[in-house]
Nanobody, 124 residues
């Protein structure tokens, strides 16, 4: 069974930066797109960023475009989210996920495997 484990969350002041990592373990069945999602208190889970199987193509939510950067290291089986200029509205539990398609995707139902999440809190 594939497992995803996020790390790197924490408390940061507004304007600060954090780097989230996601380690993938378990059987390798191919190279698939991956993504970061988040759920803020009282809200539905929302798309943050996605990267294709090669790491060359990315897609971002409008709310984070220009501030967040997604990347992957296929050899190490890790996914990273660099977050800059963080704002209180970025406060959420952040989840990494693996899709069942090779192209980057913003569709939640196209992700099959999810991590447990890591809390990011941005203070004002």
């Amino acid at each position: 069974q594939l497992q995803l484990a996020e790390s790197g969350g924490g408390l940061v002041p507004a304007g600060g930066s954090l780097s989230l990592s996601c380690a993938v373990s378990g059987p390798i069945t191919g190279r698939w797109a991956m993504g970061w999602w988040r759920r803020a208190p009282g809200k539905e889970r929302e798309f943050v960023a996605s990267v294709d199987w090669s790491g060359r193509r990315t897609r971002y939510a409008d709310a984070v475009n220009g501030r967040f950067t997604i990347s992957r290291d296929t050899s190490k089986r890790t996914l990273t989210l660099e977050m800059n200029s963080l704002q209180p509205e970025d406060t959420a539990v952040y989840y990494c996920a693996q899709a069942r398609m090779v192209a980057e995707t913003t569709v939640e139902s196209q992700y099959d495997y999810w991590g447990q999440g890591t809390q990011v809190t941005v203070s004002s």
